[in-house]
């Protein structure tokens, strides 16, 4: 009885056991990222049903003599977009000529620190706000490299890792010092005499190192993980574009819901409100006297542009990121996973363009201030007097010359 039934059962759990196998280690890889794909384990030798009956298939070891190894199965709408002219050409371009930041924000940084009287609050807000557009402009460099290399990173994992927290570091750092402006105006039109005990130079700092903190430690988990990627199909390596999380799903999920929400929508929301309330308080002021309209309207203006700004730079890169995330889950469909990567393609797209915003900072909140423009003339005024004296003195220095001549 038992010998004719021995190799049926020992056949059944040979069967069992290959069948088990590839679902165990040649399972697709469950994966997220910021573009979706996942992997197909493969053998060097094709599959033979008569193999699954042969008692002595393995070697002294126990193990087949086959060799496993694991293939990207990545979507040809990613390959598309990593090689086409949208991120390698127009990307890198655009932020080339946000590069023009760097020594806007340094003469900025400068007039800030020196001129500007950086014992008022809104002072102390504007050079941290042009401190974290600096460091944002330094770092561009290596993205423009990034891109216009095809998508290939070849400066390091530490690097790419360090670069990417830095653009988020410096995006939310520089919403919530958006937020921070925002609510020091609301205070000066609103409350003005309310709030003078909180309006000083001791509360503007700690309301910035705050900030700082606050979206630094929002950008530690990305450093934290690795960000670069190889791409065997394309033969480059990526940096956060393309990441295998595994089991991390739900964690980034988490992260990125998180970060969006409480750096962005909550910051968006206070500024939105603070002014809002400033324009409409200046909206009231009795039109009548000339000096007094020229201001309201002035002021009016000036808190539209950075209501709309900070919205237009920042609120369609944010959502994006958001409505990015919320679509990973477990068990996704190849459509569901095509949608995404749709998604993310336009979230880079709207980075680039949010990244216009430390180009605008400056040119906004001090260029364009009236301290400001009042000091360029006064400048300007004392240039016209010095080339106007040196022009008085050739001319009469050249006389006696003449004469002699």
Same mark, same amino acid.
């Given at each position: ?66 060799? @496993? ?18 991120? /390698?050409?127009? @990307? ?31 002072? @102390? ?111 480059? /390596? ?34 939105? &409100? ?74 880079? &797209? ?56």
């Amino acid at each position: 009885m038992f010998p004719s039934i021995c190799p049926k059962a020992l056949l059944v759990v040979l069967m069992c056991v290959c069948a088990a196998s590839p679902a165990t280690n040649g399972s697709a890889k469950k994966t997220k990222m910021t573009y979706s794909f996942h992997y197909e384990t493969v053998t060097d030798k094709p599959f033979n049903q008569s193999d699954s009956i042969k008692p002595n298939c393995s070697t002294a070891g126990g193990q087949p003599n086959t060799t @496993i190894s694991r293939i990207q199965i990545i979507s040809e709408d990613v390959l598309l977009f990593l090689t086409g002219p949208v991120s /390698t050409v127009l @990307i890198p371009s655009f932020y080339s000529l946000v590069l023009i930041s760097v020594p806007i924000n340094l003469c900025a940084l400068l007039a800030f620190a020196r001129r500007i009287r950086p014992k008022k609050p809104a002072a @102390i807000y504007m050079l941290n706000l042009a401190c974290a557009d600096l460091i944002f402009g330094i770092l561009l460099p290596f993205k423009i490299s990034y891109h216009f290399r095809g998508n290939d990173w070849v400066f390091g994992p530490f690097m790419c890792r360090v670069v990417t927290a830095a653009f988020y570091w410096n995006m939310y750092c520089s919403v919530l010092l958006i937020a921070c402006i925002s609510v020091d105006r609301l205070l000066g039109v609103v409350y003005p005499i309310d709030s003078l005990s909180w309006r000083t130079p001791r509360n503007s700092i700690i309301a910035c190192v705050t900030m700082w903190i606050l979206s630094f430690a929002g950008s530690v988990p990305l450093v934290l993980s690795e960000q670069t990627h190889h791409i065997t199909a394309l033969n480059i /390596t990526t940096c956060h574009d393309v990441q295998v999380i595994d089991d991390l799903i739900l964690k980034y999920r988490i992260y990125f819901v998180t970060l969006c929400c409480a750096l962005f929508f909550l910051p968006l929301l206070i500024t939105v &409100v603070s002014y809002a309330r400033v324009i409409w308080c200046l909206s009231r002021v009795p039109i009548g006297i000339p000096g007094r309209s020229r201001r309201r309207t002035r002021a009016v203006v000036m808190s539209v542009i950075m209501l709309v700004m900070f919205v237009l730079c920042f609120a369609p890169t944010n959502c994006l990121l958001l409505a990015h995330y919320l679509q990973f889950h477990e068990g996704m469909k190849d459509n569901q996973q095509q949608y995404a990567n749709s998604s993310y393609s336009a979230y880079l &797209v709207f980075l680039c363009l949010g990244s216009l915003n430390c180009l605008l900072d400056p040119l906004v909140y001090y260029f364009g201030s009236s301290q400001c423009q009042r000091q360029l003339s006064s400048f300007l005024r004392c240039e016209n007097i010095r080339a106007g004296k040196s022009i008085s003195h050739s001319t009469t220095d050249s006389d006696p010359a003449a004469e002699r001549s």
